[in-house]
């Protein structure tokens, strides 16, 4: 089955500065790779989310980047703020097969 | 729009015992998702159940199972409680019938076992 992994498990940066966590996943078929952002005593919310026909995509100061060949993903974080800090999971989807989440990022932004 | 509600928010057993967690979509949602997030483990999949029927399930014991209801809300029950199954409890709701939508999380069930 998928197994994702995700480096590194603890990130601290100072606040303007960029932050980036990568993953890689075992499964060539994987298609679809989510990131989801957990702040602090709070549930899981997407944040952006990237397919497999697809090698960027960015949304504001936050981009996602997939390299198919390598099998590995990227958030990347520019012009980090003190509320980026939080516990970063990305995921990886086979066709209809359940996410498979790497263990998260604790991402801290010091102001 | 309410988002995904969970119930309880906090739930105490003892080894051995019965767990019953519920969970309630957002409105329009016909999947329901539960994930098990232990300390340091990420977000482990459970269940997942759309249009009533359960369509996958985690590498879990079956003594974890669940349902879910004609309104689409839906319960998991955790029997013959174990002090590793301490975690919170997440459920998440998309649309249905496929595993790329967009899944809502709620608030989480945190589940001590003494």
């Known amino acids: 089955g998928e197994n994702v992994e995700q480096h590194p498990s603890t990130l601290s940066v100072q606040e303007g500065d960029s932050a980036v966590i990568k993953c890689t996943y075992s499964?060539?078929?994987?298609?679809?790779f989510p990131w989801y952002k957990q702040e602090l005593g709070k549930r899981p919310q997407l944040i952006i989310d990237?397919?497999?026909?697809?090698g960027e995509k960015k949304d504001q100061r936050i981009a996602v980047t997939l390299n198919k060949t390598a099998k590995h993903f990227s958030l990347h974080i520019t012009e980090t703020q003190p509320e980026d800090s939080a516990v970063y999971f990305c995921?990886?989807?086979?066709?209809?097969?359940?996410?498979?989440f790497g263990k998260g990022t604790r991402l801290s932004v010091i102001a | 729009e309410a988002g995904v509600t969970q119930s309880p928010t906090h739930l105490i057993k003892t080894r051995g015992q019965q767990a019953t967690l519920r969970c309630s979509p957002i409105?329009?949602?016909?999947?329901v998702y539960w994930y098990q997030q232990a300390l340091g483990l990420g977000l482990q999949f459970l269940l997942w159940y759309d249009e009533g029927e359960e369509r996958n399930r985690g590498n879990f014991p079956p003594r974890f199972s669940g349902r879910q209801f004609p309104n689409y809300s839906s319960e998991l029950n955790v029997n013959a409680l174990e002090l590793e199954d301490s975690a919170l409890y997440l459920c998440?709701?998309?649309?249905?019938?496929?595993?790329?939508?967009?899944?809502?999380f709620g608030p989480g069930t945190r589940l001590t076992v003494l």
């Open positions: 998440a709701s998309s649309l249905g019938g496929r595993m790329d939508n967009e899944q809502f």
């Open positions: 409105s329009g949602h016909t999947s």
């Open positions: 990237i397919r497999s026909n697809v």
């Open positions: 995921a990886a989807l086979t066709g209809n097969t359940p996410l498979v």
């Open positions: 499964d060539s078929a994987s298609n679809y």
